[in-house]
């Protein structure tokens, strides 16, 4: 059974940076696309980034792009997700997932219980 943790979460204010952290409890955490998630009060979730099986492709979300940036350490089976730049509209739950790289939930077949930002104006 694969067990993500996210970490990292918190209160900030618009303008502020945050780094969540993911780490998996996998044998094989490199073998394995990764990616983030948020989901805010009421609207579906959304993909947020994604990263491939040794870091080599990454997708952004068009409304993160160049704020966020998403990295991993196989030897220390954990993913992050690097935040600058936050606004308000990025207050969600982040979820980490492992999976098949890509922008599709439908790819990630593990989840993590997610952490929350908030993001004050």
């Known amino acids: 059974q694969v067990h993500l943790v996210e970490s990292g979460g918190g209160l900030v204010q618009a303008g502020d940076s945050l780094t969540l952290s993911c780490t998996a409890s996998?044998?094989?955490?490199?073998?394995?696309?990764m990616g983030w998630f948020r989901q805010a009060p009421g609207k579906e979730r959304e993909f947020v980034a994604s990263?491939?099986?040794?870091?080599?492709?990454?997708a952004y979300a068009d409304s993160v792009k160049g704020r966020f940036t998403i990295s991993r350490d196989n030897a220390k089976n954990t993913g992050y997700l690097q935040m600058n730049s936050l606004k308000p509209e990025d207050t969600a739950i982040y979820y980490c997932?492992?999976?098949?790289?890509?922008?599709?939930?439908?790819?990630?077949?593990?989840w993590g219980q997610g952490t929350q930002v908030t993001v004050s104006s």
């Open positions: 997932a492992v999976g098949a790289f890509g922008r599709s939930s439908s790819n990630f077949g593990s």
């Open positions: 996998i044998r094989s955490f490199g073998t394995y696309g």
């Open positions: 990263i491939s099986e040794n870091g080599g492709e990454t």
